[in-house]
């Protein structure tokens, strides 16, 4: 079975510092891993995808994640946040390239 | 990448009635998905609604209660019928390309 499980269910970071969320997954596979943004009234958009290839992955707007399957995490870096930042975060695996499971999702608030 | 769109984006209907929401992608697509999301909570996968079989549901989501077509491929609907204020939410749908899933802008979904 997969699961996810965000840590962290809010974060809030000044405008030009670093973001850091954080994400553990459970799976019986080798699975693959995505990060999927979503802004206030709007759909979801990837971000980025981990499918067993170069385990730091990078993604849109400066963002990027590293898989590590010691740890079982699929955390999601940005060096300086911006303001267009501020939105709902999951991330999600899949074993069997279909089904997705979503994490509850990290909000992030952008301070000026 | 796939452009999904699906109408209504939003609707308030009332208790008992029922809403069929569309679905159209610009590729022909072999899986497509149906989720919801309930206020404040992550998505949950309804149903796979594969061209030219019967969909198949997820536990907790009956056919009787959200009617699947999927008539070709770059279209479906989602039926949420005999709707209660607990039907409040956001369907999305979404459709598989290579491995990854693209999704909707979502209907948002009020029952009074």
Known sequence: ?112 | SAVISQKPSRDICQRGTSLTIQCQVDSQVTMMFWYRQQPGQSLTLIATANQGSEATYESGFVIDKFPISRPNLTFSTLTVSNMSPEDSSIYLCSVKLTDTQYFGPGTRLTVL
């Not at chain 1, 499980?5 to 019986?28: A, F, I, K, M, W």
């Not at chain 1, 010691?70 to 939105?87: G, N, Q, R, V």
Request: aromatic share 12%.
């Open chain 1, 1 to 112: 079975a997969q699961s996810v499980t965000q840590l962290d269910s809010h974060v809030s970071v000044s405008e030009g510092t670093p973001v850091l969320l954080r994400c553990n997954y459970s799976s019986s596979y080798s699975p693959s891993l995505f990060w999927y943004v979503q802004h206030p009234n709007k759909g979801l958009q990837l971000l980025l995808k981990y499918t067993s290839a170069a385990t730091l992955v990078k993604g849109i707007n400066g963002f990027e994640a590293e898989f590590k399957k010691s740890e079982t995490s699929f955390h999601l870096t940005k060096p300086s946040a911006h303001m267009s930042d501020a939105a709902e975060y999951f991330c999600v695996v899949s074993e069997n390239d279909y089904k997705l499971s979503f994490g509850a999702g990290t909000t992030v608030t952008v301070r000026a």
